[in-house]
C-alpha cells in the first residue's frame, strides 16, 4: 500500500502527547527518516494539531498527529490543550513522550487508558539523562506500560521504537474490511452507483471507490450500473449477484428491481460497520419511530463540504423524516470535526458514513451518545428505516 493508494481515513493513527519541549516533532522526523515536523527550541512552536501521513517501515501506512505541549499555559494553550485533548478521539495507538518522571502527563495516561487507546512511553532525550535505561525500566513497573528510552536527537534506539509500535497495534487493525463475510472469490457483486449532485459526472465518491477495491482486491466479479439501468443490467448477467451494494437514497427502486436469492445493502450500511458500531446504529434505529414534531435531530456530516442543493443530510433525510413525522421536527447541523460535548437537547443522532473519518472517531462519539444516553445512527439504516426495508436488508460481521 502506498501514500496514494491508502486514504488518510483508512491509516493507522499514532498521537504523539507530551509536554512543551518533550521533542515529539522531533520523534516524528526521526521515526520517518524525514522533517516533516517543524521541529524548534521555542517551547510551544506546534499549535493546533498537524496530521501528517506517512508509509511506517514495518507497519504500514500511518498517520502521525503532532499535538501542542500537555503543559501549555495562558489563554491560548488553554485551547491548544483543548485541541489536543481532541485528538485522542482520533488516536488509534498513543506515544506518550517524556523527559523524566511523568507529572501533568498522568492523567492524560489515565484517559488513555480509560479509552482503551494502546500506549507507549517513550523516554526522549536519553542522552541527556544519567541512567535512562534504568529509569525506562522504573517508569515501566510503576505506569503499568512500556517504556523506551531513546534519543530522536541523536538517532539512538529508533529502530527499536519501531518495532515496539508495531507490537502495540491491536491484531485485528488491519484485518476489519468494508464487505466482511458477505462475499467471498468468485461471488458476483453489484453496485448500484447513482450518479448526482454528490458524485458528479466523471468522478465517483471514496465509498465507492474503496468498496470496488476490496472486492477487486477478493477476486469477486464485480459490475456496477446507475439506479436507472439496474433492470437491464440484471437481465444482461447470466446468474443473479450474491450481493447488490446501492446507495442508500435508491433503496426502494433497487428493492422493487432484487433478484429473491441476491443479498442487499448500502454503502453507507457497509461503512456503518467499517468505521463504527454497526449494532449500536441498528439499536438507534429504534429511536427513528418514536420521533415527533417535538423531537430535536442532530444531523452530523464528516465532511466540511459547503452544502450542496438536495444534499442527502441536510435535505434528503430531513424531509423524509418530516413527511413521515410531521414538519415540525426539529434539525441541527453539524460538519468535520464539529461535535457537540452535550448530546442531551437530541432525541436522535444521525451520521454519515464518515469515509472521511477513522474508526476510532466515529467510535469515541458513538461512545459519547452512548454515555449521554442519546441514541445514534447512521445514514444508510435510517433510510432503510424509513423505506421498510431495514430488517431485510444485509451487513457485514
Given at each position: 500500500m502506498s501514500i496514494q493508494s491508502t486514504p488518510r481515513a483508512s491509516r493507522l493513527h499514532i498521537g504523539l502527547f507530551g509536554n512543551r519541549n518533550a521533542g515529539k516533532s522531533s520523534l516524528i522526523n526521526a521515526l520517518t527518516g524525514q522533517d516533516i515536523s517543524l521541529v524548534s527550541p521555542?517551547?510551544?512552536?506546534?499549535?493546533?494539531?498537524?496530521?501528517?501521513?506517512?508509509?511506517?517501515?514495518?507497519?504500514?501506512?500511518?498517520v502521525f498527529i503532532d499535538t501542542a505541549g500537555l503543559d501549555d499555559q495562558g489563554d491560548l494553550g488553554t485551547l491548544r490543550v483543548e485541541k489536543t485533548r481532541q485528538a485522542l478521539d482520533k488516536t488509534d495507538l498513543a506515544l506518550l513522550v517524556l523527559t523524566q518522571a511523568p507529572q501533568a502527563e498522568l492523567p492524560w495516561l489515565e484517559e488513555l487508558k480509560a479509552r482503551g487507546i494502546p500506549t507507549l512511553a517513550v523516554l526522549n532525550k536519553a542522552d541527556l539523562l544519567p541512567d535512562p535505561e534504568g529509569l525506562a525500566q522504573s517508569l515501566s513497573e510503576t505506569l503499568n506500560i512500556p517504556v523506551l528510552a531513546v534519543s530522536a536527537a541523536q538517532g539512538e534506539n529508533i529502530s527499536a521504537l519501531r518495532q515496539a509500535i508495531v507490537r502495540q497495534v491491536p491484531d485485528s487493525f488491519w484485518d476489519l474490511t468494508i464487505t466482511g463475510d458477505l462475499v467471498q472469490e468468485g461471488d458476483l457483486v453489484l453496485l448500484v452507483m447513482p450518479q448526482d449532485i454528490q458524485a458528479p459526472k466523471g468522478r465517483l465518491i471514496l465509498p465507492q471507490v474503496q468498496t470496488i477495491r476490496e472486492l477487486l482486491d477478493k477476486k469477486c466479479l464485480v459490475m456496477s450500473c446507475t439506479a436507472d439501468c439496474l433492470p437491464a443490467t440484471l437481465a444482461a448477467l447470466a446468474r443473479p449477484p450474491k450481493l447488490i451494494i446501492t446507495d442508500s437514497q435508491a433503496f426502494p427502486?433497487?428493492?422493487?428491481?432484487?433478484?429473491p436469492e441476491s443479498l442487499l445493502t448500502s454503502f453507507s450500511i457497509l461503512f456503518a460497520g467499517y468505521k463504527g458500531d454497526i449494532h449500536a446504529f441498528l439499536e438507534g434505529?429504534?429511536?427513528?419511530?418514536?420521533?415527533?414534531?417535538?423531537?430535536?435531530v442532530l444531523i452530523a456530516e464528516a465532511c466540511a463540504h459547503a452544502p450542496l442543493e438536495e444534499d442527502i443530510g441536510r435535505e434528503k433525510i430531513p424531509k423524509l423524516l418530516r413527511k413521515k413525522v410531521g414538519e415540525n421536527l426539529s434539525f441541527d447541523f453539524v460538519r468535520g470535526n464539529d461535535f457537540p460535548q452535550d448530546l442531551t437537547p437530541y432525541d436522535l443522532v444521525i451520521h454519515c458514513g464518515a469515509c472521511m473519518f477513522n474508526r476510532r472517531h466515529v467510535l469515541s462519539r458513538i461512545a459519547q451518545a452512548k454515555e449521554q444516553q442519546v441514541p445514534i445512527c447512521n445514514y444508510g439504516v435510517v433510510l432503510a428505516c424509513v423505506a421498510g426495508?431495514?430488517?431485510k436488508v444485509c451487513y457485514a460481521e
Open positions: 521555542v517551547a510551544g512552536t506546534t499549535t493546533d494539531p498537524v496530521y501528517k501521513s506517512f508509509e511506517l517501515h514495518g507497519v504500514g501506512p500511518v427502486t433497487v428493492w422493487q428491481h432484487k433478484p434505529a429504534k429511536a427513528v419511530e418514536a420521533l415527533t414534531e417535538h423531537s430535536r426495508i431495514l430488517d
